[in-house]
């Protein structure tokens, strides 16, 4: 640039300090204002929508999809739509190294590329439109961040889609707008701001079309126990179904029963002090991980083919801590079921189905040993089974009843027999719970709480309870 | 009495050329959009201030970093506020800083006199983008985690140079300890001081410059 461009600029500079504000108190006034305002929108931020709880870390869980900070969103998708493309998608490095590197080189040198004095946009439509389809681009590639390219049937449609809205497009217009200005030269500004216009419309339109052909497929978000409470009630519930099987519902069982292959096996209480004073908590994480395959207890870490995470693991160790070991003082958790009132009919979704789930569910799942008594919904309770009906409305009589009761049922063709045993085999449930089940069979099993109030006989009239028939109507 | 005061402190300490040069200059006339750049320096003030808050109880060691995040939720008066702000203006300084780096882009400030406010300005980008991906890790969870796994991966595809630049991000050729101690010290340490110092000289040049009017048909 020449002194006396420089000089015009510098003159032009003066002119406008002449009729412009001062710093202060003019401008910092401006400032404080939109810092005060983000201050505002960080802390409603910070309130209404707080920071997502996230499990542990776990190494050995190679099916996590990993998820970056969601502004390097947009160049997890270029990656993914850059990888498809055949032959060159080969080449890893050109899009993770090459073209991010190119873009910023450009980007920090553009004082020295765009090397016209012209600040007005008028007159420096290149550089605005493109930079212009680069942003629409990289917005719309972070909303498009979730969509696979390749659907479960295996159509590659919505990856050619991508590619087509988030690169090609983007591509061709910019090498448009740059043919405009140096090889066809006397395009109109009016031309070049209408490709630049298209190809953005053209992009976004498409990501639109993406989004709603190809839903994102619903990740399982499973809640992350953060308190105490809730860690202690997660590692209940998951000890409920993994381990009940085994070692009783409060790990008192020394001699496994009703559990295929190990039959009869004497095992440690472990929820005595032997156990848990011998086994510190990295200890018991091991165990439970890794098991002891030699005397039949199934590995259960992800690690080592089993089902459960480093954080579920962490729970269920916490779990038998606060209850079971005496020098952890347990806080106050909730009750298994809400307290029945006096005439209240238990529902299926409030009361029966955390009670399966804690005393039942281990073994009566798919792939145990148990009659093909599947134990996991409401119609399954009803339906499945060798005897099946198990349950029957009304009936005090009910096979699952019956056992749950303490009676075994004898098998029909020799008395002298068992058929099933006592429910659950491994010890039994207080007659506070069996009641329950009596209440809930006696009443017609209804399954969700609304079905149970209607049944529900309230003993003080006009307590909300939209008139049973059994009531007698209050004079 | 005030009055004395002032003068005192006036002449040890030149409290009126200050304002003269720093305060009292003429600037040409205003826009809201030249107010993205202090709010980009009121967000790096406010991180610095919350982060060094969670220093108080964060860990960086595998064994317990996800613990104390949790206690700093759970545990610590108002820790879900501060953990809260310094997660949400992380987002928010990269979106700030972007779209100030837009608005210089777009009316042209980046030319004479100011190509090296320009120059620095892109590496504050790049340290802010530093400080977003280093801070993630810190939480110790699976996405952090997994993340973390996989950018670094993406950092060592560099032809060449890339498994050293792996190791050197890693402490090693996987995720561990190490690389959480690296991080975390790269994120309270190393990419502060220098966007500190990035963003000193950056004010500087402002100073120096003056705002660039925005731009009308003369330009
Ligand atoms: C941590 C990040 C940053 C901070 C704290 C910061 C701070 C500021 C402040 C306070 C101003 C004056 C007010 C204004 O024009 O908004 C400014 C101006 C400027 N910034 Fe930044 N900035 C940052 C990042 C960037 C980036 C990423 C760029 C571009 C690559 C950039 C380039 C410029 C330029 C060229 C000016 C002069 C604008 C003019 O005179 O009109 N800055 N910056």
Redesign the interface.
């Known amino acids: 640039m020449d002194n006396e461009t420089k000089q015009k600029i510098n003159k032009r500079y003066e002119r406008e300090l002449n009729r412009g504000e001062r710093f202060w108190p003019d401008s910092i006034f401006k400032d404080l204002i939109v810092s005060l305002g983000i201050f505002v929108l960080l802390i409603m931020l910070a309130t209404f929508i707080g920071v997502d709880a996230q499990p542990r870390v776990d190494p050995s869980d190679t099916t996590y999809i990993p998820r970056p900070e969601w502004y390097f969103l947009f160049l997890f998708k270029f990656l993914a739509i850059y990888g498809q493309i055949p032959v060159l998608g080969k080449i890893e490095w050109l899009a993770t190294v090459a073209v991010p590197g190119l873009v910023i080189l450009v980007l920090a040198l553009m004082p020295f590329i765009d090397r016209n004095p012209n600040r007005y946009y008028g007159k420096r439509v290149l550089p605005i439109s493109v930079m212009a389809i680069i942003v629409v681009d990289i917005v719309m590639l972070t909303i498009m961040a979730d969509v696979p390219t390749v659907t479960e049937n295996g159509s590659m449609l919505p990856g050619i889609l991508q590619a087509i809205a988030g690169m090609v497009i983007p591509l061709v217009a910019i090498i448009l707008l740059f043919l405009m200005t140096f090889v066809f030269r006397k395009t109109s500004t009016k031309t070049m701001i209408w490709t630049a216009a298209i190809s953005a419309i053209l992009t976004i339109g498409l990501t639109g079309g993406v989004l709603a052909w190809f839903p994102v497929p619903a990740t399982t978000e499973t809640a992350v126990a953060t308190t105490l409470v809730d860690q202690i009630s997660a590692g209940q519930d998951l000890y409920s179904v993994n381990c009940v099987e085994c070692h009783g519902d409060d790990g008192k069982v020394t001699k496994i029963e009703g559990v295929k292959g190990l039959e009869g096996k004497l095992i440690p209480a472990i929820n005595s002090t032997d156990v848990l004073y011998t086994l510190d908590d990295a200890t018991l994480a091991e165990v439970i991980a890794y098991g002891r395959p030699e005397a039949g207890m199934t590995p259960f870490g992800k690690a080592y083919g089993g089902q459960l995470s480093t954080s579920d693991i962490e729970n269920i160790v916490t779990f038998m801590r606060y209850t079971w070991d005496d020098r952890f003082e347990a806080p106050k958790l909730k009750p298994l079921y809400p307290p029945l009132a006096a005439g209240e009919v238990p529902s299926y979704d409030v009361h029966i189905a955390p009670i399966v789930k804690r005393y039942c569910l281990s073994c009566h799942q798919a792939g145990k040993q148990n009659n093909n008594y599947l134990m996991d919904t409401y119609d399954d309770i009803l339906k499945t089974g060798d005897q099946a009906p198990n349950v029957t409305a009304g009936d005090e009589n009910s096979t699952l009843l019956k056992v749950i009761e303490g009676t075994p049922i004898p098998d029909p063709k020799d008395p002298t027999q068992t058929l099933i045993r006592a429910m659950p085999p491994n010890g039994h449930m207080s007659p506070d719970i069996i009641n329950v089940f009596k209440l809930w069979i006696m009443n017609g099993m209804p399954q969700t709480a609304e079905d149970a109030a209607k049944l529900s006989v309230t003993p003080t009239p006009g307590a909300g309870s939209t008139g049973t028939p059994a009531t007698t109507p209050t004079p | 009495m005030w009055k004395n005061v002032y003068e005192w402190l006036d002449e040890r300490l030149g409290l009126n050329d200050l304002?003269k040069n720093?305060?009292?200059?003429?600037?040409?006339?205003?826009n809201?959009w030249?107010?993205?750049g202090?709010?980009a320096l009121?967000?790096f003030i406010?991180q610095g201030v919350t982060g060094i808050f969670l220093t108080v109880y964060y860990t960086p060691s595998?064994d317990h970093a996800?613990d104390s995040i949790?206690y700093i939720?759970?545990g610590v008066a108002f820790g879900?506020?501060i953990?809260?702000?310094h997660?949400?203006?992380a987002?928010?300084m990269?979106?700030?800083v972007f779209i100030h780096m837009?608005r210089v882009?777009?009316?042209?400030?980046?030319?004479?006199?100011?190509?090296l406010t320009?120059?620095i300005g892109?590496g504050l980008f790049?340290v802010t983008?530093g400080m977003?991906?280093t801070g993630?890790l810190l939480?110790?969870?699976?996405?952090?985690?997994?993340?973390t796994?996989?950018?670094t991966q993406?950092a060592g595809?560099?032809?060449f140079i890339?498994d050293f630049i792996l190791k050197v991000l890693r402490g090693g050729s996987d995720?561990s300890a190490l690389t959480l101690q690296r991080f975390f010290s790269a994120h309270i340490w190393m990419l502060p001081a220098a966007l500190a110092g990035l963003i000193g000289v950056h004010l500087y040049l402002i100073i120096k410059h003056?705002?660039?009017?925005f731009?009308?048909?003369?330009?």
């Open positions: 304002y720093l305060l009292d200059r003429p600037e040409p006339k205003g809201w030249n107010t993205l202090s709010a009121f967000l406010l595998p996800y949790n939720m759970n879900w506020l953990r809260g702000i997660h949400w203006g987002t928010l990269v979106v700030v837009l882009f777009v009316t042209a400030s980046f030319k004479y006199p100011r190509e320009w120059l892109i790049l983008l977003g991906f993630y939480p110790w969870n699976q996405q952090s985690y997994w993340a796994t996989v950018g993406i595809s560099v032809p890339g995720l003056g705002e660039s009017n731009p009308s048909k003369e330009d």
